[in-house]
């Protein structure tokens, strides 16, 4: 094989990985779209007058992962299946984006820590590398921080609300979430990077606990995460 | 601040067991468990490739400084063999690599290994051009990373005897732009030990690379825009040589035609990159 034919095998090569890369961009920037619809449904609990609707929040975020799930399955066509790490890059992401949504939805109706399991049947994904397009542990953990991080925020919007008792349930929560991660050997990557934020998230909500209960304000203060 | 209930459950004899306030039995810590050993799995699979292709960067570069010799020994045909034998060992530890990726997405751990397979391409294309005068291909390469597995092996599980190890176009693209820097050098003391036709050869291989590389340009993945800019670099002090030669040859008697390219190189090495 001369250089020449040599160097013309390998740019069809590259051609057609480009091409691939092009059309899951092209789904990716979509499943951005929805995710951002459904971060701005669920931004509104954090108002006042959004508590009261939270049960209404959640069910219209479920109907937008509908929409999601089709999107994805879209995705799932754009590429072979054995090479989901080639462009993993492409969809981490907004993927990663999708699991705190999840999980943001999850906990409001539940006050539960979704599973990772649960999360896949959300989005229509697998959980097993093996049966095609799954969801990488590190994106799913990924997920789970950026909602932490959000729920500190709740906590302190929950207090202006006047309700002072999700604090402390959110509180619990996190403790827990955080003790979760401290049993995790992080390697210095960007995960590590995000679960080194979860530090603040975990005071600030402690902070928030700590003026509750020095103002006599949460009633049930030894149990509260019971629920 | 975490919910000191002490529950004396039994617990699994793992790594982070000491962490005292754990609560290992609610269902939030079980996952986290299962977490704990994915991840842990994961991380030790990638640092023993990482290990691996380490230690074939080491052996392909030993390969490459062995096979420079040839230029200067009159007969070449011991150090071929000898640069065969150790590219033998190289392939057994990639058939390593092949190993610890069977069953896995290769791409996953792709960042591991990258820098081994990359060395290992530019010896073996290096070896292969001393010997033929042309460039290996990619299916030349991956051709001889087939891999029988030994026996025990195949009597523990039976089937999938063969293992194969695919060499990636970028990771070949990025080798054969390293094997440029390599045949720059090889040019240079060529014609140090009086050797007039090997730099004209190795001037008409290295264009056709460049117009190869040139061809691809900007499509092909980032590193290799970076590589480009030293592969014009020597191609350029290849095309001196042989300008010099050309111009001078017929003038200097050819034992001083050492010193004139030894100043040069002299001049040159400098701005050599680590290849």
Same mark, same amino acid.
Request: hydrophobic residues 40%; contains cysteine.
């Given at each position: 094989m001369s250089v020449t034919e040599m160097f013309g095998y390998i740019q069809g090569f590259l051609d057609a990985d480009q091409e691939t890369r092009e059309d899951i961009?092209?789904?990716?920037?979509?499943?951005?779209?929805?995710?951002?619809?459904?971060?701005?449904?669920?931004?509104?609990?954090?108002?006042?007058s959004g508590f009261k609707e939270i049960p209404n929040k959640c069910a219209k975020a479920r109907e937008l992962f509908c929409t999601v799930r089709t999107h994805i399955a879209d995705l799932k066509t754009k590429f072979p299946m054995e090479q989901y790490y080639?462009?993993?890059?492409?969809?981490?992401?907004?993927?990663? #984006?999708?699991?705190? /949504?999840?999980?943001? +939805?999850?906990?409001? @109706?539940?006050?539960?820590?979704?599973?990772?399991?649960?999360?896949?049947?959300?989005?229509?994904?697998?959980?097993?590398?093996?049966?095609?397009?799954?969801?990488?542990?590190?994106?799913?953990?990924?997920?789970v921080l950026i909602m932490a991080s959000e729920l500190s925020r709740l906590a302190?919007?929950?207090?202006?609300?006047?309700?002072?008792?999700?604090?402390?349930?959110?509180?619990?929560?996190?403790?827990?979430?955080?003790?979760?991660?401290?049993?995790?050997?992080?390697?210095?990557?960007?995960?590590?990077? #995000?679960?080194?934020? /979860?530090?603040?998230? +975990?005071?600030?909500? @402690?902070?928030?606990?700590?003026?509750l209960s020095i103002r006599g304000l949460a009633k049930e203060s030894e149990s509260g995460g019971g629920k | 601040m975490n919910k000191r209930q002490g529950e004396g459950c039994p617990r699994k004899n793992t790594d982070a067991a000491q962490d005292e306030s754990a609560n290992t039995c609610s269902p939030v810590m079980a996952a986290f468990k299962v977490f704990q050993q994915e991840l842990d799995v994961k991380h030790d699979k990638y640092e023993r490739l990482v290990k691996l292709s380490r230690d074939i960067t080491i052996e392909s570069k030993r390969t490459i400084f062995l096979l420079h010799r040839v230029t200067s020994v009159p007969d070449t045909t011991e150090i071929l063999k000898e640069a065969?034998?150790?590219?033998?060992?190289?392939?057994?530890?990639?058939?390593?690599?092949?190993?610890?990726?069977?069953?896995?997405?290769?791409?996953?751990?792709?960042?591991?290994?990258?820098?081994?397979?990359?060395?290992?391409?530019?010896?073996?294309?290096?070896?292969?051009?001393?010997?033929?005068?042309?460039?290996?291909?990619?299916?030349?390469?991956?051709?001889?990373?087939?891999?029988?597995?030994?026996?025990k092996d195949v009597a523990e599980s039976a089937g999938a005897q063969v293992l194969t190890f695919q060499v990636t176009p970028s990771d070949y693209l990025l080798g054969v732009a390293d094997l440029t820097g390599e045949l720059m050098r090889m040019c240079i003391s060529s014609v140090g030990n009086g050797d007039i036709d090997t730099p004209f050869q190795l001037s008409q291989f290295l264009r056709q690379i460049h117009d190869g590389f040139s061809y691809i340009g900007n499509t092909g993945p980032y590193e290799v825009s970076k590589k480009?800019?030293?592969?014009?670099?020597?191609?350029?002090?290849?095309?001196?040589?042989?300008?010099?030669?050309?111009?001078?040859?017929?003038?200097?008697?050819?034992?001083?035609?050492a010193d004139v390219f030894s100043s040069r190189t002299a001049l040159i090495d400098p701005e050599e990159g680590v290849v």
């Open positions: 961009r092209k789904v990716v920037q979509i499943l951005e779209q929805t995710a951002r619809e459904i971060l701005t449904v669920l931004q509104s609990v954090h108002q006042p080639r462009f993993h890059e492409h969809w981490r992401f907004v993927l990663q #984006r999708s699991v705190f /949504l999840a999980a943001f +939805v999850v906990y409001l @109706e539940s006050e539960a820590l979704v599973t990772r399991e649960e999360v896949a049947k959300i989005l229509g994904i697998e959980v097993v590398r093996e049966r095609g397009f799954h969801l990488d542990v590190e994106d799913y953990l990924a997920g302190v919007n929950s207090v202006t609300a006047g309700d002072y008792n999700r604090p402390l349930r959110i509180s619990n929560f996190i403790n827990e979430l955080d003790s979760g991660f401290r049993l995790l050997n992080l390697k210095n990557d960007p995960l590590r990077k #995000r679960y080194d934020g /979860l530090k603040y998230d +975990v005071k600030k909500i @402690e902070e928030v606990v700590y003026d | 065969d034998t150790k590219l033998d060992g190289v392939r057994q530890k990639i058939g390593q690599i092949a190993e610890e990726l069977r069953g896995e997405d290769i791409y996953q751990f792709h960042r591991a290994y990258t820098p081994g397979i990359q060395e290992y391409v530019e010896a073996v294309s290096f070896l292969h051009y001393i010997r033929q005068r042309s460039l290996i291909s990619l299916e030349e390469i991956n051709a001889r990373l087939v891999f029988m597995r030994s026996e480009l800019h030293t592969l014009r670099q020597s191609l350029g002090k290849v095309e001196d040589a042989c300008y010099t030669l050309r111009v001078r040859g017929s003038e200097i008697p050819k034992h001083m035609l």
